[in-house]
């Protein structure tokens, strides 16, 4: 959940107790700060301050799996394959990622996963991948890939 989802759940839980103000007051912010949370305006709260609104008004936070990345697995395929001739299909990426043998035609594209695509959206090709191979293990493969060619990223080391 975003922040601005949040900042709205706050103001309908807020709006049948109490003001901006009180709400301030209660917590030790700004008005102004409790106005852009509930307005999706604030650019950042900090966990800590975020608790302090939500316990004074009885809520809590609960973490769900994000959703809307259903299809990672074809999503990256193609993103990978955009600048390269050969392209990848998603079938050959997932047999990839579980063997962890990677021919060399595809080293460029394994590149660009490793280095450029979003780190959720690799997760999430990790996840959907798995099965017989367990996850961890593709990420050892990722790791291992990452440093054999040397890749940008820091998140491999």
Same mark, same amino acid.
């Given at each position: 959940?975003?922040?601005?989802?949040?900042?709205?759940?706050?103001?309908? *839980?807020?709006?049948?107790?109490?003001?901006?103000?009180? $709400?301030?007051?209660?917590?030790?912010? =700004?008005?102004?700060?409790?106005?852009?949370? @509930?307005?999706?305006?604030?650019?950042?709260?900090? &966990? =800590?301050?975020?608790?302090?609104?939500?316990?004074?008004?009885?809520?809590?936070? *609960?973490?769900?799996?994000?959703?809307?990345? *259903?299809?990672? $697995?074809?999503?990256?395929?193609?993103?990978?394959?955009? /600048? &390269?001739?050969?392209?990848? /299909?998603? =079938?050959?990426?997932?047999?990839?990622?579980?063997?962890?043998?990677?021919?060399?035609?595809?080293?460029?594209?394994?590149?660009?996963?490793?280095? @450029?695509?979003?780190?959720?959206?690799?997760?999430?090709?990790? *996840?959907?991948?798995?099965?017989?191979? =367990?996850?961890?293990?593709?990420?050892?493969? $990722? /790791?291992? +890939?990452?440093?054999?060619?040397?890749?940008?990223?820091?998140? +491999? /080391?």
């Amino acid at each position: 959940m975003r922040l601005a989802e949040i900042g709205k759940k706050i103001q309908a *839980q807020r709006q049948d107790v109490l003001s901006q103000a009180q $709400l301030a007051r209660l917590t030790g912010l =700004s008005r102004v700060t409790i106005n852009q949370l @509930e307005n999706g305006t604030l650019p950042e709260i900090g &966990f =800590s301050k975020l608790m302090m609104v939500l316990n004074v008004l009885g809520m809590d936070i *609960q973490t769900n799996r994000a959703t809307g990345l *259903q299809g990672a $697995l074809a999503t990256v395929a193609k993103t990978i394959s955009t /600048s &390269f001739k050969e392209t990848m /299909s998603p =079938s050959e990426l997932a047999r990839i990622l579980r063997t962890g043998e990677a021919p060399a035609k595809y080293h460029p594209h394994l590149i660009v996963l490793l280095d @450029e695509t979003p780190l959720n959206l690799v997760i999430k090709v990790v *996840q959907e991948t798995s099965g017989k191979t =367990s996850a961890k293990q593709i990420m050892k493969h $990722l /790791s291992r +890939w990452a440093a054999e060619w040397k890749t940008h990223r820091a998140v +491999w /080391s």
